[in-house]
C-alpha cells in the first residue's frame, strides 16, 4: 500500500490557477498509473489526469488545454497544474496510486468563484 497526501487546495477566481500536490509514502518510480479524480456535489467521481510510470499522460476532455498533470520522481510527488480555471472545475480532487491495488488520498477542496 502507499498513503497519499494532497495538497495546494483553496478558493480562486474564474481564469485563475492552482497547482495540486500529491505526496506519496514511498518511492512512485514503481507505481504503474498515478492520477487526479474530482467529485464535485452531486456527481460522481470523474477522471481528471493520469500519468504512467514512463510518463504518457491522459486527460478529461474538460480539462485539457488547461490542466498539466506531472510527476516528479526524486520527490515521490506528483502534481496537478490547473489553469484558466473556470466555476465549474469546483469539486473535491483526489489522488490516486495503481500499487498493489488503488490508494486514494483524503482528498483537497478546489473552489473557484467570483
Known amino acids: 500500500q502507499v498513503q497519499l497526501v494532497e495538497s495546494g487546495g483553496g478558493s480562486v477566481q474564474p481564469g485563475g490557477s492552482l497547482r495540486l500536490s500529491c505526496a506519496a509514502s514511498r518511492s512512485i518510480s514503481s507505481i504503474s498509473i498515478m492520477g487526479w479524480y474530482r467529485q464535485a456535489p452531486g456527481k460522481q467521481r470523474e477522471l481528471v489526469a493520469r500519468?504512467?510510470?514512463?510518463?504518457?499522460?491522459n486527460y478529461a476532455d474538460s480539462v485539457k488545454g488547461r490542466f498539466t498533470i506531472s510527476r516528479d520522481n526524486a520527490k515521490n510527488t506528483v502534481y496537478l497544474q490547473m489553469n484558466s480555471l473556470k466555476p465549474e472545475d469546483t469539486a473535491v480532487y483526489y489522488c490516486n496510486a495503481l500499487y498493489s491495488g488503488w490508494n486514494w488520498g483524503q482528498g483537497t477542496q478546489v473552489t473557484v468563484s467570483s
Open positions: 500519468i504512467t510510470s514512463g510518463g504518457n499522460t
